[in-house]
């Protein structure tokens, strides 16, 4: 399907009507400020187990022509090309693979599956539908710095890694009376807790880069042991706050040490995205703490070791109405990798450029590390982690 300007049109449906629902639904009306770009998205259906959920989409977005309250309806559509899914973690397993099995296209959230079994039902389904798009929901390393140290590392600058430091930071349950959420709770979140709602985003640049850890030994927390629960009482919360795991890579010609972290209790981080590398030719670092900077030292032996810090302009993957002297924000990270996954729609392998959204394969991945992370904190060792299948 085509629109006037000849873009081809993939007709959306959304499942699960909350805030990323409504951000996917702002990014597909912020299109125009692409260019370049020979596809769009169109959301046409929304599902929601709430009905009044859907009534934010009914009231903004034009093009919603219908509205469902059984997920299972909206993938009869024939007029669906494309779900975006945004539900809890225990729901993963059974809407994923549902939606492969409809032949829809897919961009689900992390992290695919409530556990490694939830994980491992998804990827059969996969296996059984090789000709359906499916990728996981990561948006940060579509900031323009970060995609300034993906291509030093493809071209290879750092020289021998020395280390590698990658972590996602939140701040806002340092409030003991913020009323508790799902994700709190095992039974919809896992016993992955911070890990599994924020491990996929740490993760992805480091398993595109190859560096998938040999080991993991796991420090979990538990720092707010109840919270409200809208009703007058007090509930425990059941999952980890945060997690810093260490891990060690092994590549064929060098092996380093690499720190992941996770917070949800992070005091003075909102929304604080990072990824460190040390290397003997080039060390460099990123932070949305400070978005439009980013920091490199290059290194020449006898020479000076000095940091510089630069402006990073407004280049993004997809080029952009937006002049290079503005700034890259969130809401920018998510119209860019929502183009990607477009992209790859409508293009395969023959995309407009190269950098793809987190793949299943990376989602599989981060259930290895997860999982050992949950056996490193149940035994105090250190986990071996196979990646032979």
């Not at 009044?52 to 309806?73: C, G, P």
């Not at 979140?189 to 030994?217: A, I, Q, T």
């Not at 629960?229 to 064929?252: R, S």
Request: glycine share 8%.
């Amino acid at each position: 399907m085509t629109n006037a300007t000849n873009n081809k049109i993939i007709r959306f449906g959304v499942i699960g009507c909350g805030l990323m629902g409504k951000e996917f639904a702002s990014a597909a009306s912020r299109w125009c400020h692409l260019t370049g770009v020979d596809f769009e998205p169109k959301i046409v259906a929304v599902c929601d187990a709430m009905p009044a959920a859907t009534e934010w989409f009914t009231a903004n977005v034009s093009s919603v022509q219908r509205t469902y309250s059984d997920y299972k309806d909206l993938l009869t559509d024939p007029e669906v090309d494309a779900v975006y899914c945004a539900v809890p973690h225990n729901l993963h397993a059974q809407i994923y693979v549902d939606i492969i099995r409809a032949g829809k296209h897919l961009l689900g959230e992390k992290p695919f599956g409530i556990d490694q079994e939830a994980n491992r039902l998804i990827s059969q389904a996969l296996q059984e539908h090789p000709e359906v798009i499916v990728r996981c929901s990561s948006e940060f390393p579509f900031y323009p710095g970060v995609q300034q140290i993906v291509q030093w590392v493809n071209e290879g600058k750092f020289g021998r890694i020395i280390e590698v430091e990658a972590g996602f930071w939140h701040s806002s349950d340092l409030d003991p009376t913020k009323p508790i959420n799902w994700k709190r709770r095992i039974a919809m979140n896992g016993e992955y807790g911070c890990m599994g709602d924020l491990g996929m985003h740490v993760l992805h640049l480091p398993l595109r880069f190859g560096w998938k850890p040999n080991s993991v030994r796991a420090l979990l927390s538990k720092i707010v042991p109840e919270r409200p629960d809208n009703q007058g009482g007090m509930v425990p919360c059941e999952t980890w706050d945060n997690a810093i795991l260490a891990c060690d890579v092994k590549l064929a010609d060098q092996k380093f040490p690499m720190v992941l972290s996770t917070k949800r209790i992070a005091p003075g981080h909102a929304n604080t995205w990072f990824i460190r590398i040390q290397g003997t030719a080039m060390s460099a670092e990123y932070s949305t703490k400070n978005p439009k900077q980013i920091a490199s030292l290059p290194y020449a032996p006898g020479g000076q070791q000095a940091w510089h810090v630069l402006d990073t302009p407004y280049k993004s993957a997809y080029s952009t109405i937006t002049g290079g002297i503005f700034e890259f924000g969130f809401s920018d990270s998510i119209l860019q990798m929502w183009a990607a996954f477009c992209d790859e729609v409508v293009h395969g392998n023959q995309m407009q450029q190269a950098f793809t959204c987190a793949t299943p394969s990376e989602a599989e991945d981060s259930h290895r590390v997860f999982t050992a992370a949950l056996e490193s904190e149940r035994t105090g060792g250190t986990i071996p982690i196979s990646w032979r299948d």
